[in-house]
């Protein structure tokens, strides 16, 4: 049955850091890239970070230089690695394998619940 599963999720202050893991079952993880999305109330949900199979990763730019997305092949595990937090990186953060490597729109799993992140000023 695929699975996933988000926390490290909490409440931090700005120029904080958090540390995110995914855990998925092997039939989503297995030979395709993940990634972490993130939304907030109203808003569609936006792609923040992938990476493949074989360690490519890509980044939206908002986040690009205080995030790092990083995966362990061996625990089917993602991690995204948050420093410098900033009040609108605050969102629910989730994570799924996109069909296509940088394309929020389509994806291989079921959400999950997600993890809620809080960044206070």
């Known amino acids: 049955q695929e699975q996933l599963v988000e926390s490290g999720g909490g409440l931090v202050q700005a120029g904080g850091s958090l540390r995110l893991s995914c855990a998925a079952s092997?039939?989503?993880?297995?030979?395709?890239?993940m990634g972490w999305y993130r939304q907030t109330p109203g808003k569609q949900r936006e792609l923040v970070a992938v990476i493949s199979s074989g360690g490519i990763t890509n980044y939206a730019d908002s986040v690009k230089g205080r995030f790092t997305i990083s995966r362990d092949n061996a625990k089917n595990t993602v991690y995204l690695q948050m420093n410098d937090l900033k009040p609108e990186d605050t969102a629910v953060y989730y994570c799924?394998?996109?069909?296509?490597?940088?394309?929020?729109?389509?994806?291989?799993?079921?959400w999950g619940q997600g993890t809620q992140v809080t960044v206070s000023s």
């Open positions: 092997g039939s989503i993880f297995s030979l395709n890239a």
């Open positions: 799924n394998a996109p069909v296509d490597f940088w394309d929020r729109r389509f994806v291989r799993g079921s």
